[in-house]
T-cell receptor
Framework: QKEVEQNSGPLSVPEGAIASLNCTYSDRGSQSFFWYRQYSGKSPELIMFIYSNGDKEDGRFTAQLNKASQYVSLLIRDSQPSDSATYLCAVGLRSGTYKYIFGTGTRLKVLA | DTGVSQNPRHKITKRGQNVTFRCDPI?????LYWYRQTLGQGPEFLTY????????KSRLLSDRFSAERPKGSFSTLEIQRTEQGDSAMYLC?????????????FGSGTQLSVL
């Protein structure tokens, strides 16, 4: 079982719709959860982070965390073609050392 | 704050040659990470430094890979006797906190092609 799992997609949504991206993780000791966006050929850039159960909103983005289900999601409202990218879920672990584990990413396509 | 800098941006080498990459983290960032990313995959953890100490190295990492961070500033990643399977983007990231809840600042990466 991979430590962080994501559906690789592609996930296609029409412009203006809500895009829903999901991620599950295996280590219950995971303490922090991040969503990064990565455009082709570029390095990842942080979109959202969340540490506590519940929802966290930032503009068009909402991160949701459910530690009991070991599940984290990202909602993108009013999706724009510029949101088309790969979205990487990352989990922060403190197991002796500090380590961040990434999922394989979900490719999102927003159709104009 | 000039960001995380990686050099070179691109490296083409022949199989069997040694290559070395450099990463300059954001100044005073005490943690530094190396990741490898292949097409269609997420970044794969390679190794992690806290100051000059290499605290963790992926079990998947071949003995051909070695990393250093002398004086706790810049870091180098060396791959000896490169193989075609080493072709990937090598990403360096750093962050400043003693806590886990800190985002990673990524460099632009070094794209390695092994012919």
């Amino acid at each position: 079982q991979k430590e962080v799992e994501q559906n690789s997609g592609p996930l296609s949504v029409p412009e203006g719709a809500i895009a829903s991206l999901n991620c599950t993780y295996s280590d219950r000791g995971s303490q922090s959860f991040f969503w990064y966006r990565q455009y082709s050929g570029k390095s990842p850039e942080l979109i959202m982070f969340i540490y506590s159960n519940g929802d966290k909103e930032d503009g068009r983005f909402t991160a949701q965390l459910n530690k009991a289900s070991q599940y984290v999601s990202l909602l993108i409202r009013d999706s724009q073609p510029s949101d088309s990218a790969t979205y990487l879920c990352a989990v922060g672990l403190r197991s002796g050392t500090y380590k961040y584990i990434f999922g394989t990413g979900t490719r999102l396509k927003v159709l104009a | 704050d000039t960001g995380v800098s990686q050099n070179p941006r691109h490296k083409i080498t022949k199989r069997g040659q040694n290559v070395t990459f450099r990463c300059d983290p954001i100044s005073e960032h005490n943690r530094l990470y190396w990741y490898r990313q292949t097409l269609g995959q997420g970044p794969e953890f390679l190794t992690y430094f806290q100051n000059e100490a290499q605290l963790e190295k992926s079990r998947l990492l071949s003995d051909r890979f070695s990393a250093e961070r002398p004086k706790g500033s810049f870091s180098t990643l060396e791959i000896q006797r490169t193989e075609q399977g080493d072709s990937a983007m090598y990403l360096c990231a750093s962050n400043p906190s003693w806590e886990i809840n800190e985002k990673l600042f990524f460099g632009s990466g070094t794209q390695l092609s092994v012919l």
